[in-house]
């Protein structure tokens, strides 16, 4: 499972990055941001973090 997340300045970013992972069949889980509308960045770093952290996050045996 890959976590992913951005601030309004790199949503456009994040969103083609989920059309490459969903092509390629890879697992992954969207922390936001899920608009250009200005966000603090610190909470969506926060949830990706937390999820690398407890191990749900794991990019091992993934093929890109």
Excluded: C, Q, W
Aim: cysteine-free.
């Amino acid at each position: 499972m890959i976590v992913i997340g951005a601030d309004h300045g790199g949503y456009k970013l994040k969103e083609e990055i989920k059309k490459y992972l969903e092509e390629k069949g890879i697992p992954f889980e969207d922390k936001g941001t899920f608009s250009e509308e200005s966000v603090d960045y610190p909470n969506i770093a926060k949830a990706v973090a937390s999820e690398v952290s407890n191990g749900k996050a794991d990019i091992r045996n993934i093929n890109m």
